[in-house]
C-alpha cells in the first residue's frame, strides 16, 4: 500500500471512530450531560465560524476521496534516450502477449498508472487448473518482466500480479 493511500485511510478510519463514539455517546442515557453541553456549546458558538469549520471537513474529505483516485500513467512514456517516446498502450498490449503465451496462462490483463517518476503495473492472470501458481509467477518475471522493465529505467516500477483460476463449472448452452 502506497503512503498516500494509507495516509488517507488512517484519516478516514480516524474519523469514522470518532463519529462512532460519538453516536455511542448520543444514545446512551449517562452521556446525555454531554451531548446537551455540546449542543448548548454549538448553539452559542458563531454561526460563520461553524459554516467555515463546516465547508473545510467538506473540503477536507474531498480532496481525501479525489486522492484514492488512480491516476493512468501518461500517454507517452520518456525514454531514457533523448527524443524518444513509448506509447503506454504498446507496453500494456506487449506485456499482455507475453504472459498469454507463458504455459498455463488462459488470459492476461494489464493495467498501467502512475506518473512519471513511478509506476503501478497490475496484471490479472487466468491460469489453467491444472498449472501450479509458482512455475507461473516464475516465468512472468523472468521473461516478460525482464524485458518490459528496462523500457520504463527512469522510473521505478512496481508490479502487483493476480492469479484467479476460472471456475469449473460447465458453461450453459442458450
Known amino acids: 500500500m ?6 488517507n485511510r488512517t484519516v478516514l478510519a480516524l474519523t469514522g ?3 462512532l463514539t460519538a453516536g455511542i455517546a448520543a444514545t446512551r442515557q449517562a452521556d446525555d450531560r454531554i451531548v446537551t453541553a455540546a449542543v448548548r456549546h454549538l448553539q452559542q458558538a458563531d454561526h ?8 473545510a471537513g467538506l473540503a477536507a474529505a474531498l480532496a481525501l476521496l479525489a486522492a484514492q483516485i488512480p491516476r493512468p500513467a501518461p500517454r507517452r512514456l520518456d525514454l531514457s534516450a533523448p527524443g524518444c517516446r513509448l506509447d503506454r498502450r504498446a507496453v500494456r498490449h506487449a506485456t499482455q502477449v507475453g504472459c498469454a503465451a507463458v504455459p498455463g496462462v488462459l488470459r492476461a490483463r494489464c493495467r498501467l ?8 503495473m497490475s496484471l490479472t492472470l487466468t491460469v489453467d487448473s491444472t498449472a501450479h501458481p509458482g512455475d507461473v ?9 525482464a ?3 528496462p523500457l520504463l529505467t527512469p522510473r521505478r516500477l512496481h ?3 493476480r492469479l484467479r483460476v476460472p471456475s469449473p463449472r460447465s458453461r450453459r448452452a442458450l
Open 2 to 7: 502506497s503512503d498516500r493511500t494509507a495516509a
Open 147 to 149: 524485458q518490459i522493465t
Open 113 to 120: 498508472t502512475g506518473n512519471r517518476r513511478t509506476m503501478q
Open 137 to 145: 509467477l516464475t516465468a512472468v518475471s523472468d521473461s516478460v518482466l
Open 159 to 161: 508490479t502487483r500480479i
Open 17 to 19: 471512530l470518532a463519529l
Open 48 to 55: 460563520r465560524l461553524l459554516l467555515a469549520a463546516g465547508c
